[in-house]
């Protein structure tokens, strides 16, 4: 079964500080993966897809994907308090160029705390 | 207003009764998507359409029925069959190509 892991939360973080979000996959032949932030009551929003390994760095967040070792994380650096979310991991585990049969893992709740 | 529009955002249900909710785009996305969340838990895709009339079903498609009858619209059926179907519902939508899926607002599906 193909699966999607993250660390199990709730993490907490002071004001400043970098969040370190972790996830494994299980299909060593995916393709591309995102990072989705959730908060609560509300639908996920996209911050950041990477498809290469290596580092794929936005502003505060920076992704890294490590294809060898069927893993993804996200850096938050300085992070605030609005930063406060579940952050859900997705993997397609699809052919590249189909419609994106994402599996989720069951996410990280982060707390920043001021 | 480009967007996702799903509706209602709150929406109960009686014993033995269907019920439906819409989720319209106008992205010109092809695909579009279904997906379940229950709580401090991740989303289950429960059917998804890559083009107008055509749609697969997903991890849990039980109880559930849907349409793509036109590029825009894919509403998703709650049949009385799903048994368990308080969950807040998601509907996303995405290109073909690598691009990535984008949510709309959900519905909250409550039992009476």
């Known amino acids: 079964q193909k699966e999607v892991e993250q660390n199990s939360g709730p993490l907490s973080v002071p004001e400043g500080a970098i969040a370190s979000l972790n996830c494994t996959y299980s299909d060593r032949g995916s393709q591309s993966f995102f990072w989705y932030r959730q908060y609560s009551g509300k639908s996920p929003e996209l911050i950041m897809s990477i498809y290469s390994n290596g580092d794929k760095e936005d502003g505060r967040f920076t992704a890294q994907l490590n294809k060898a070792s069927q893993y993804v994380s996200l850096l938050i650096r300085d992070s605030q308090p609005s930063d406060s979310a579940t952050y859900l991991c997705a993997v397609n585990m699809g052919e590249r160029g189909s419609a994106r049969q994402l599996t989720f893992g069951s996410g990280t709740q982060l707390t920043v705390l001021p | 207003d480009g967007g996702i529009t799903q509706s209602p955002k709150y929406l109960f249900r009686k014993e033995g009764q269907n019920v439906t909710l819409s989720c319209e785009q106008n992205l010109n996305h092809d695909a579009m998507y279904w997906y379940r969340q229950d709580p401090g838990q991740g989303l289950r895709l429960i059917y998804y359409s890559q083009i107008v009339n055509d749609f697969q079903k997903g991890d849990i498609a039980e109880g559930y029925s849907v349409s793509r009858e036109k590029k825009e619209s894919f509403p998703l059926t709650v049949t009385s069959a799903q048994k368990n179907p308080t969950a807040f519902y998601l509907c996303?939508?995405?290109?073909?190509?690598?691009?990535?899926?984008?949510f709309g607002d959900g519905t909250r599906l409550s039992i009476l």
């Open positions: 996303a939508t995405s290109g073909l190509s690598d691009e990535p899926q984008h």
